[in-house]
Every structure is written in structure tokens, then in C-alpha cells.
């Protein structure tokens, strides 16, 4: 991270694309793994192909760790609301908390939706139950008058073999609309060459979900709690005690660490208990669920600052029903209990 940082014209705001394989610690740390693999005795195509893969991850993990590792967690319920929030937004108003950052899913609906990604696109994980889906974003060099941004989808099922990587890249002016983030690509890239994955339904709906997170992220009166990682906490506590008690810790934390993360993140809460969000799942899945949820149920959507407020950022307004039968549930808000 200092020889980036040291680097001429350096800046905050900055990330690596292109230029990461020519950084001298990089080419070094490849070549090293390399020839550790073959040493090892395994077969040189393989080892390259495994150092090749090694250097696919190499890019959102480097600025993930520039960017001083900025995760949000987003619960259950705020993932179900945000995938059936309306986005009708300009680019404009889509801007990124940090350079880069993480936005980890570990929600059922958000996974069985990778999954369904997954088993179209025919990757090792097809078929294969996950257990997180980490999108990390950032911001990447475009031509005047657009921004790009670049989406590192990885999927995990956490089962002792490489999470599975997928990319997006986006390429937005300040007046394109919904369709125009999402269908959005650089100029150099021909839309009908790209691989199948790209246009799925499934991958469309996972960036507009990403698109959705990052808006509420930075939308007005979200504050962002830290939740400290249970793993760091128990390490913490440890340091002050005998090596009998740093023992025990060390064996709990090694067998916490399949279920916890050791990152620290900022917890995007949901507003509704889980037993309100299944029975809201329950509706979806009937018969006549989806003419029920139109009947019903104002989705999620995005409210513009009046021109008289102080603070311009968007308002978030989650979906709430509509209709005397269901009156009752309209006027308060909702807290996930954890």
C-alpha cells in the first residue's frame, strides 16, 4: 500500500486498474507464488493457471486495502426491500461513499438470486449453495462527461475453494436514467461480444440491487453503525490475560472463524421485523402474488430534495401497503430485531 501511496501525483481519490500487474511488488508477489506452486511439484499449466486466477483477485483486493477496507453489511430486510425499490434517478445522483468499498449479501433471496446467475453462467460454483455474495465497487478513469465505476462480483460458498468472480463495468453520464446506468458499458466494448453471464436478467438485477445499496448508503438520515467483528472483539479482550486464556481464545476464534468475518463493517439495518418480512415474501411467491403487490403495495423508491431543504441528498422511501385491509401496518416504522 506505501509504494501505491508513494507513487507521483498520488491521491485519495484514486484506484488501480491497468496499471496494477506493472506495480514492482505485484510482479514479485505473482512470480513468487508461482514458483512456490511449481517447486511444490505442481504441473506448470496448472500453477499458471492458478497464479492467473490469483491475479483476477488481485484488483478489487488491492483497493479494497488501499481504501482502507471500507465493508457495509446490508440485513435481510433492508436486501429484500432495496431489490424491489424503483430506481428512477438520474446518474447524477449516484455517488460513491468511497473510492472503493464492499457491500456484502448474505440474505437468502440475494444468494438464491446469484445462484440462479450462476447455474446460467455454468462457473465451478454452478449448482453449488452459497453462503455471501461481497460486491466491491470503485471508481474508475472515463471520458469527459461520464463516470465509470467497476462492479468485482464475488460469489462464495465457502467450502475451501476459490470464490467465483464476476465483473461488471459502467460507464454513466449525469442524465442517464435506470436503463441507461444498467445497460451502460465503456466504448471499446462491443455489448454482443460479451460473455453470457453479462446479459442476464439475474445480473442486471444484482447490479440494480448494488446501484440501490449504494444510493441508500448515502442518502439522507442513514447513519452507518460500525459493528465490530465478534472474532476482533474476542482477540481484544484476550490480550490483557495469561497465555492459558489467549489459548482458549485462539482455539474459539479459530472455530468461530467459518461463521464470523474478522472485518469490522457498517451495518445497514433493515425497518421491519423478519416475521413481517416473510409474511411480505409469503405475498410474492402466491399465485396472484405479484397482482396483489401491485394492488397493495407502493414499492420502495427514491424521494428528491425539495428546493427549499438544506440537505439535497436523496430520501429513501420504503415500500409500504396501501389499502384499508391493511391500514394497520402503514404507520409506524419497523425495526429488525437482532
Excluded at 462457473?123 to 465497487?137: H, N
Excluded at 399465485?287 to 440537505?311: K, T, Y
Aim: charged share 30%; hydrophobic share 40%; with cysteine.
Amino acid at each position: 500500500m506505501r509504494y501505491a501511496r508513494g507513487q507521483p501525483g498520488w491521491d485519495e481519490t484514486q484506484t488501480l486498474r491497468e496499471d496494477l500487474p506493472e506495480f514492482t511488488p505485484v510482479k514479485a508477489f505473482l512470480t513468487a507464488y508461482l514458483d512456490r506452486l511449481i517447486e511444490g511439484g505442481t504441473e506448470e499449466a496448472e500453477a499458471f493457471s492458478d497464479a492467473q486466477l490469483l491475479g483476477s483477485h488481485l484488483e478489487y483486493c488491492v483497493n479494497f486495502e488501499l481504501h482502507r477496507r471500507k465493508l457495509f453489511f446490508a440485513d435481510a430486510a433492508l436486501a429484500w426491500l432495496l431489490a424491489r425499490t424503483s430506481l428512477d434517478i438520474e446518474g447524477r445522483a449516484l455517488r460513491l461513499p468511497f473510492p472503493c468499498f464492499g457491500v456484502a449479501f448474505m440474505d437468502r433471496a440475494t444468494l438464491e438470486l446469484a445462484e440462479a446467475l450462476l447455474r446460467k453462467d455454468g462457473g465451478i460454483l454452478a449448482g453449488r449453495p452459497l453462503q455471501i455474495l461481497t460486491v466491491y465497487v470503485k471508481c474508475t478513469p472515463a471520458p469527459a462527461g461520464r463516470r465509470g465505476l467497476s462492479l468485482s462480483f464475488v460469489f462464495d460458498a465457502r467450502e475451501g475453494q476459490w470464490p467465483y468472480l464476476l465483473g461488471r463495468e459502467l460507464c454513466l453520464s449525469e442524465d442517464d436514467d435506470l436503463d441507461g446506468i444498467l445497460d451502460s458499458h465503456f466504448a471499446d466494448v462491443d455489448p454482443d461480444r460479451l460473455r453470457g453471464a453479462f446479459k442476464l436478467p439475474e445480473m442486471r438485477r444484482l447490479v440494480h440491487l448494488v446501484v440501490n445499496a449504494t444510493l441508500y448508503a448515502t442518502s439522507a438520515n442513514v447513519p452507518w453503525p460500525l459493528a465490530q467483528s465478534p472474532l476482533r472483539k474476542l482477540r481484544a479482550e484476550s490480550r490483557s490475560r495469561g497465555k492459558a486464556k489467549q489459548a482458549r481464545v485462539a482455539r474459539r476464534v479459530e472455530e468461530l472463524s467459518d461463521k464470523y468475518s474478522g472485518e469490522d463493517v457498517f451495518y445497514l439495518p433493515g425497518r421491519i421485523p423478519i416475521s413481517q418480512l416473510r409474511a411480505l415474501e409469503q405475498v410474492e411467491r402466491q399465485a396472484n402474488g405479484h397482482e396483489l403487490m401491485a394492488r397493495f403495495m407502493v414499492r420502495g423508491h427514491w424521494r428528491r430534495a425539495s428546493p427549499g431543504w438544506r440537505d439535497r441528498r436523496l430520501r429513501w422511501i420504503q415500500p409500504y401497503w396501501k389499502g384499508p385491509e391493511l391500514a394497520a401496518i402503514v404507520e409506524r416504522e419497523y425495526k429488525l430485531k437482532i
